[in-house]
């Protein structure tokens, strides 16, 4: 029901944490705008509700807003994941003729010194500058797209603060090992103490938007440390630039490569590849016990491929693999809790095995 | 049927995406209610035939749906 389009691999940006960056080691090319368009009929006719298009910055193609047209004109909702620095007055408008285009723009810190250390250096000052033209066209769908890391995750309520003067939304994504994020993974990474203060914070602020298979969507559940069930082949799957479909965007690697839309219908790929099939069959035995089994059946399998090379493996950053749930129900009392352990040491492999 | 609003059909039933939010709405269905063509005009979900004792239930469905903002009640002809 929903597709997440990486529709370029360009870049002017070079962030640390950047899920694209080295799985293409080489160019591979991009769908041409035909190409795209005849994408966007299939995917319409197969009644995809929305299409989240990244890269790559989506803007750095000349054809983008064509694409982006073609996509309402079959119905289709689209969510633009930029890092914002292209904006400017004329491509606002246009966005706005274009609504909704619901913007996603990426900054990771509520500071400049925090930002520009994953994204490089001055670019807090050029994101901010196209989310304050963003503000000052009064653009209506507009969040603010923060990837927690060891780094900023100490200025997430500042960050919202930030979001909120500009009339944007927050969201908070969650740091995963795919393409370069996997050599910075252990530097990055949430300890289990800040995992628990997250929890706490979004079980406290509904309204910040999360990703799936990140934390759960009520306030209940986000306190209970639940996360959301993978959508990956079943709700939705990804197309890198050249038209290759994988199961999602962190899991792009060569071995779970479903098809490329240059060689086979996107409906054949998605409805018959084994590799997508082998996605909704996807359930971690070992979770089956826990009372949030029915609506996370085991969390992200991207994570738990990288850290564990296994698909069938317990989130690893599943916090309630390593705390009983009277432990862990009550977070704000577990926030200020001893030194910092990593959850990949945290958790007794005989647990999850 | 709105402007703003998708359905289309599950195995459980109904699921209904409002573009104005973004929000999917899961609707335990079953066979009674049928989706319109994805998009066009004049779109209108369709009320199946069902067994008396489900009327009920239908009916209120169809008010949750409206109340929502997913549907609007037809005019009287």
């Known amino acids: 029901m929903n597709v997440t389009w990486e529709i370029t691999e360009a870049c002017n940006l070079r962030c640390t944490h950047c899920l694209s960056a080295e799985l293409w080691t080489e160019r591979r090319g991009e769908l041409d705008l035909d190409q795209c368009r005849a994408l966007i009929d299939e995917l319409a006719r197969m009644e995809v509700f929305q299409v989240n298009f990244g890269g790559g910055e989506p803007f750095l193609r000349h054809d983008f807003l064509d694409i982006l047209r073609y996509a309402h004109y079959r119905g289709i909702t689209t969510c633009v994941s930029t890092n914002g620095t292209l904006l400017n007055d004329a491509l606002v408008d246009e966005l706005l003729r274009v609504a909704p285009v619901y913007l996603q723009v990426s900054l990771d810190g509520a500071r400049a010194e925090t930002n520009d250390a994953i994204r490089g250096r001055g670019t807090f000052a050029r994101i901010l500058a196209g989310i304050e033209l963003l503000s000052e066209h009064g653009y209506p769908d507009l969040s603010l797209n923060m990837v927690v890391t060891r780094l900023n995750v100490d200025e997430i309520a500042d960050f919202n603060r930030l979001a909120r003067r500009h009339g944007a939304k927050t969201r908070l994504s969650r740091f995963r090992p795919s393409g370069a994020a996997c050599s910075i993974w252990e530097d990055y990474r949430l300890t289990r103490d800040q995992l628990l203060a997250l929890s706490a914070f979004l079980g406290d602020h509904s309204e910040i938007l999360t990703g799936d298979s990140f934390f759960a969507l009520t306030p209940e559940s986000r306190r209970a440390l639940g996360l959301n069930m993978c959508g990956a082949a079943k709700m939705t799957c990804a197309v890198a630039p050249d038209g290759s479909i994988y199961p999602c965007a962190f899991l792009c690697a060569p071995a779970f490569l479903a098809g490329n839309v240059t060689h086979e219908p996107f409906e054949s790929i998605f409805r018959s590849s084994p590799v997508l099939e082998r996605f909704r069959e996807l359930e971690v035995d070992t979770c089956r016990s826990c009372d949030r089994f029915s609506v996370c059946h085991g969390g992200c399998p991207a994570v738990a491929c990288f850290l564990t090379e296994s698909l069938d493996h317990p989130d690893p950053e599943c916090l309630r693999a390593v705390m009983s749930v009277k432990e862990a129900v009550p977070v704000t009392e577990a926030m200020p809790v001893k030194e910092a352990v990593p959850v990949r040491e945290a958790i007794p492999a005989q647990e999850v095995a | ?77």
């Open chain 2, 1 to 77: 049927m709105p402007d703003w609003v998708r359905v289309r059909r599950e195995s459980f039933g109904l699921l209904f995406y409002d573009t104005r939010s973004t929000r999917l709405t899961f609707v335990r269905s079953g066979d009674s209610l049928a989706p319109p063509p994805f998009t066009g005009p004049r779109r209108a979900l369709l009320v199946n035939p069902v067994d008396e004792g489900r009327r009920p239930a239908v009916s209120r469905l169809l008010q949750s749906l409206v109340a929502k903002g997913l549907i609007v009640a037809p005019e009287p002809q």
